[in-house]
């Protein structure tokens, strides 16, 4: 079993998908193993997405996600982190292959919905980043 980080963002909340997207994740076999809504600080933000503080859209992106409440998920299944990034789909977009997360509902390249971890490496420090070990639950 792999765990991986799954952020409903802010814009995602906002339109009212918390809903929609865990049920896409429930009916692809993933199962939610922690769960909170938070409303990150900037510096927060910046912390999370520490990997992109050189990049042109790094201050917009971290004000985009601490504008307002956020989900944050610890999902756990089968090849998870594929999954996942599978359902979510292309970062862009436009470029996102139709039935995606973020080709139905994304307006655009920043505010594109959801976050997901893109390996495992980054997937346990994503998780510990939000969520002490006793906060991910077990069950059957
Ligand atoms: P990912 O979320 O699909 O893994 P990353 O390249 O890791 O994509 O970028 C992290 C986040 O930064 C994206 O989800 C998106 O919100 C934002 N982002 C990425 N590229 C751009 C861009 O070119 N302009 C504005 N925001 C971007
Ligand atoms: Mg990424």
Redesign the pocket.
């Known amino acids: 079993m792999e765990r991986t980080l799954s952020i409903i963002?802010p814009d995602g909340v906002s339109k009212g998908l918390i809903g929609e997207i865990i049920r896409r994740f429930e009916a692809g076999g993933l199962k939610v193993v922690a769960l909170k809504m938070i409303r990150m600080t900037k510096e927060q933000a910046e912390g999370f997405?520490q990997?992109?503080k050189n990049?042109?859209?790094f201050d917009?992106?971290t004000s985009?996600?601490s504008s307002g409440p956020a989900v944050v998920m610890v999902i756990e299944g089968k090849e998870v982190i594929k999954k996942n990034?599978e359902l979510?789909g292309?970062?862009?977009p436009r470029e996102a292959a139709e039935g995606t997360i973020r080709k139905e509902f994304a307006s655009?390249?920043?505010?594109?919905i959801?976050?997901?971890s893109?390996s495992p490496e980054t997937a346990r420090w994503e998780i510990d980043y939000f969520f002490p070990e006793g906060e991910i639950v077990e069950y059957e």
Request: glycine residues 4%; hydrophobic residues 35%.
């Open positions: 963002k997405y990997v992109h990049k042109p859209f917009s992106l985009f996600m990034r979510m292309a970062t862009n655009d390249v920043e505010r594109n959801v976050h997901g893109d």
